[in-house]
């Protein structure tokens, strides 16, 4: 069983361009959410998407936009950089059922973002 | 809102000795229960979940946390620590399996020989 995979390990941005992280989920996982992780804090939800549509948000910009291919890997992508931005995004997958318990999510090593 | 809070943001403890690691947390409903440990520039990994039935969860490596609803607390313990229990540790929380999983701030635990 292949395990949640995130590509690129490190990036380096300067401000106002724009990036895109990958996501591979485990095999058999519906469902992907992302977390930004600022340097001594903990993971911040930024959104989740189940079988391709975006199902819920946190309090992050409209410049932090995703998307989930039909093989339930993933994208986040960010635009206009800026230096807060800088953090590890933590991909997680899960396999969930509509009105079922929370299943456990299984995270990524991490995309580590720095922003110049 | 839920939130989490990790009172310890810091616990120094000597090898073999006790450690417990506590978490607090603030929900209306029902919640889900978690424990996930981060080693140094490495992803979350879990530690242990609690969803139901005993209130008593373990995890494969000695580490254990209890359920408590009165008290909204979930803490995390382990009755002799390793070196190798050196990481970050972080509570989290969520009600269903669609909503956000809120974590706490961290504890960082630092084992000491």
């Known amino acids: 069983e292949t395990g949640v995979t995130q590509s690129p390990t490190h990036l380096i941005k300067t401000r106002g361009q724009q990036v895109t992280l990958r996501c591979s989920s485990q095999s058999g996982h519906n469902t992907v959410s992302w977390y930004q992780q600022a340097l001594g804090q903990g993971p911040q939800f930024i959104f989740q998407?189940?079988?391709?549509?975006?199902?819920g948000r946190g309090n992050f910009p409209p410049r932090f936009s995703g998307l989930q291919f039909p093989n339930y890997s993933s994208e986040l992508n960010v635009n206009a950089l800026e230096l807060d931005d800088s953090a590890l995004y933590l991909c997680?997958?899960?396999?969930?059922?509509?009105?079922?318990?929370?299943?456990?999510?299984?995270f990524g090593p991490g995309t580590r973002l720095t922003v110049l | 809102a839920q939130s989490v809070t990790q009172l310890d943001s810091q616990v120094p403890v000597f090898e073999e000795a006790p450690v417990e690691l506590r978490c607090n947390y603030s929900s209306s409903v029902s919640v889900y229960l978690f424990w996930y440990v981060q080693y140094p520039n490495q992803g979350l990994q879990l530690l242990l979940k609690?969803?139901?039935?005993?209130?008593l969860v373990e995890s494969i490596n000695g580490f254990e946390a209890e359920f408590n609803k009165s008290q909204t607390s979930f803490h995390l313990r382990k009755p002799s620590v390793h070196i190798s229990d050196t990481a970050e540790y972080f509570c989290?929380?969520?009600?269903?399996?669609?909503?956000?999983?809120?974590f706490g701030p961290g504890t960082s635990l630092s084992v000491i020989p």
């Open positions: 989290a929380v969520t009600r269903t399996s669609y909503d956000k999983v809120i």
């Open positions: 998407y189940y079988r391709e549509e975006e199902n």
């Open positions: 997680a997958s899960s396999s969930n059922t509509r009105g079922g318990p929370a299943d456990t999510q299984y």
């Open positions: 609690y969803l139901s039935g005993s209130t």
